[in-house]
Nanobody, 115 residues
Framework: QVQLVESGGGLVQPGGSLRLSCAASGSIFSFNVMGWYRQAPGKQRELVAVIASAGSTNYADSVKGRFTISRDGAKNTVYLQMNSLEPQDTAVYYC?????????WGQGTQVTVSS
């Protein structure tokens, strides 16, 4: 079993920055993909960014050039640096870990972009 604990959400003004963190614990396979998804009110959950254990990344078109995903393998932690935030980035952000057994989710952290 894998547990994911997110931190770093909050309220920020348009144009501001936030950094999300997600620490994984438990039985973690060395090969996995970690990432961030988000869900705004009334919308489906969508991919934001993912990073494989080997380092390859994938981003949603809407965040390319503004968000950066990274990971610390030794700490089993993934980060999402969010810059130039826009009101449409407002959502609950969920951490995800995918390995050959299953997909695991964190509890979510709220990000609100508003003046």
């Amino acid at each position: 079993q894998v547990q994911l604990v997110e931190s770093g959400g909050g309220l920020v003004q348009p144009g501001g920055s936030l950094r999300l963190s997600c620490a994984a614990s438990g039985s973690i396979f060395s090969f996995n993909v970690m990432g961030w998804y988000r869900q705004a009110p009334g919308k489906q959950r969508e991919l934001v960014a993912v990073i494989a254990s080997a380092g390859s990344t994938n981003y949603a078109d809407s965040v390319k050039g503004r968000f950066t995903i990274s990971r610390d393998g030794a700490k089993n932690t993934v980060y999402l640096q969010m810059n130039s935030l826009e009101p449409q980035d407002t959502a609950v952000y969920y951490c995800n870990l995918l390995d050959r057994r299953s997909a695991y989710w964190g509890q979510g952290t709220q990000v609100t972009v508003s003046s």
